[in-house]
Nanobody, 124 residues
Framework: QVQLVESGGGLVQAGGSLRLSCAASGSTANTFDWGWFRQAPGKEREFVAAISWSGGITSHIESVRGRFTISRDSAKNTVDLQMNSLKPEDTAVYYC?????????????????WGQGTQVTVSS
């Protein structure tokens, strides 16, 4: 059983930066595709970014492209989301997600394992 634990959320002013991290424990996650999702109050959960198990392929939604960067450290079984130029509309609970590689496209947003979420609040 894989467990995912996020860290790094907090309160930041618009234009600022935060770095979210997610660590996997339990079974090996060296062949994991990773993803980040977010859910704002009153809205459905939204895909934000994903990275392939090899780290060679990434995907980001249009609204964060150029501002957010997903990266991974296979040796440490961690994935990060560097968030720059934050906007108030980025305020949400951010969730880390993972799945064992099974040939699914990096653009496939179905994940099997989820973290508990970390709050990101961007003030104007």
């Amino acid at each position: 059983q894989v467990q995912l634990v996020e860290s790094g959320g907090g309160l930041v002013q618009a234009g600022g930066s935060l770095r979210l991290s997610c660590a996997a424990s339990g079974s090996t996650a060296n062949t994991f595709d990773w993803g980040w999702f977010r859910q704002a109050p009153g809205k459905e959960r939204e895909f934000v970014a994903a990275i392939s198990w090899s780290g060679g392929i990434t995907s980001h939604i249009e609204s964060v492209r150029g501002r957010f960067t997903i990266s991974r450290d296979s040796a440490k079984n961690t994935v990060d989301l560097q968030m720059n130029s934050l906007k108030p509309e980025d305020t949400a609970v951010y969730y880390c997600a993972g799945r064992y590689y099974s040939g699914r496209s990096i653009h496939n947003t179905e994940f099997d394992y989820w973290g508990q979420g970390t709050q990101v609040t961007v003030s104007s």
